[in-house]
């Protein structure tokens, strides 16, 4: 790898991974720097404190050392200003499958040229074989001849073995591309047909599929510019990006303007005067988030990674996910994820608490007490349909919770007793078998049922509303209670307008974008900045106004990303002029009271069990009512 200046390995050379970890422990060899020094030069503010199992560990492992690591080890050996951003470059380099930067030696000799065409070797060999050219050209001129041929015959070997090592690499960097979804980020890996990973924008806009190719052009752009700036923090998207199709598919496609939601909070924050700027990554866990643990350690080698937002959808590996990043000491914001007890307080399973993660959705507990009170009306007979597992056949945190809800929340468990119909269903078997049976089943003359209590998701809504048409009771009024899930579904349905069999869906979440931008709503300016933010230019791109009409999603993530970014920025101001870091950011954020964040949905804070404050509780109905 050489020696730049003899001031040790010049990183600008190093290859891969096993030269980077080699190279740090020949500096600080070459530096004469003890284990015991490393430790006390880097227990200071601003850096990573490195014990030595720590060092020893890290330098062990088969994997290239997070950022922080590097900067803090580097530093501690005595490398700073352009040195420091050296190894900064060779860092990128070796984690993007870029390096060396500066290869060794020159270019190497170029290869001779082909052979002319004729085959004039094989020729003069010929001719030496012939007596008459061995007695007219005597023995000096054969043995010129025959070097001459010779010579000639090495030549083409030469030519033939370097076409083969040509495509030989041809055809591994090829491959590379293939297994890297296109690109030379070791961070990007296709599995099962999905690219999963981290990309910064800068692995092509078209790594995640065409709906993000906008959005990812922007970031990129924008990154680009925050890096070159150079003081900057990094955030980290988690969540599917991809889509197997729509049977194995949970987000119905809405992780586009939830991307692009959070790309407008950080293009806001970036163009404020709040220090320091915001590099954002996004990392795909795939559409059924069987790759979060790949996702999850992609994020942790990034450069300056502070908070985590997003997090996936409720289920059981995104819980996996938030375990993996608390052990790390990363701050989470949740934007979409409502199960009860996801969460600080880790209650959505036994395994203890979740520090650092906090959420800006809205619990499903608070949404199925707003619901029980609007039902509280009178007697209703009542039936349970419940799904616990996606697609991919994991534990679907969403409609447990839900179903959890509407059997202990009173004034909903009420009208549930040991008679009442209860429906399971997997949407493994094909939900669109179950669901006319279900439907048919509800009718009961007399005591046909008049309210449903589904927890399941609403993907598969359409088709149970389509059965409750078709049941021989049709015209029976009934009522579908369910999570806010259902913001998902086409108002607009032919199943939810028919005159002949009258059918309500009622759900909790946040206000309307109408209610939100409505001059009644008390914090309607921050909605109409963000509309307008999101439907501005981008770098030369735009995003569709309709995605903030079809979800929360894009609001969600926006609100989820500012949540972050007001910690980072209010650590910042307390941080005594270093750069926060990630423990930091973690503290501040709880330490955001009631409405300390300007968010779109509503000014909010933070509260000791990680859940917002404020909550804008609504009740929605389907039709919406004249």
Known sequence: ???????????????????????????????????????TETDRPGSKRLTSPTVSTTLKADALPDWDFVAAYVTACGVTGEGLKRWERAWEAVRKGTAPVEPDGAAGTPLPPPPP?????????????????????????????????????????????????HDEQVQAAEAFA????????????????????VTDGQDGAGVFGSGLKPVLTALGAENRQTVKDGDYVTIGFLAPLTSQGKQ????????????????????????????????????NMGSGEERWAHAVEGLKAEKGLVAVVGMGLSQQQS???????????????????TADGFDSTGAIDPHGPINGLVRVAMPNKDQLTALGKKLDTGPHTVALIGSDVTPAGGNDLYTKSLENGFRTIPSLSKYLDDDSPDFPFSPQGGADAAMPSIGQNLCRGADSI?????????????????ALRHRSCYKKPITVVTGSDAAALDPAMKALHDPEAPITV???????????SAPAHRDHGLYTGFVQAFTSDHHGRHFPAGHLERSYWPVLAHDAVLTAATAIHTAAANAAGHTPNRYDVT??????????????????????????????????TLPAPD
Request: proline share 4%.
């Open 1 to 39: 790898m050489g020696d730049a200046g003899g001031q040790g390995p010049d990183p600008l050379r190093i290859a891969d991974q096993r030269e980077f970890r080699q190279a740090l422990k020949e500096l600080r060899e070459h530096r004469g720097i003890t284990l015991k020094q490393l430790e």
């Open 117 to 165: 065409p004729g085959r004039w070797w094989q020729r003069a060999g010929r001719w030496l074989r012939t007596r008459r050219g061995l007695v007219a050209g005597g023995s000096a001129v054969t043995a010129l001849s025959l070097a001459a041929a010779v010579g000639g015959w090495q030549i083409h070997v030469r030519h033939v073995q370097a076409q083969r090592d």
């Open 178 to 197: 293939r297994s890297h979804c296109g690109s030379r980020n070791t961070a990007l890996m296709v599995h099962a047909g999905e690219c999963t990973g």
């Open 248 to 283: 194995k598919d949970l987000t119905l496609d809405q992780f586009v303007g939830e991307i692009e939601g959070a790309y407008t909070a950080v293009e806001r924050a970036n163009e404020s005067d709040s220090h320091p700027k915001i590099r954002l990554v996004l990392a």
């Open 319 to 337: 819980v996996d996910a938030a375990r993996a990043l608390s052990k790390a000491g990363i701050a989470m914001v949740a934007d979409l994820i």
């Open 450 to 466: 008049d309210v449903v209590y589904y927890a399941a998701r609403a993907k598969y809504l359409p088709t149970f509303l389509e």
């Open 506 to 516: 009622m759900y909790a979440s946040f206000p309307s974008p109408a209610g939100l």
């Open 587 to 620: 503290n501040q954020l709880y330490t955001l009271g009631d409405e300390a964040v300007p968010a779109a949905t509503g000014r909010l804070g933070i509260n000791r069990q990680g859940n917002r404050t404020d909550l804008p509780v609504t009740i929605h």
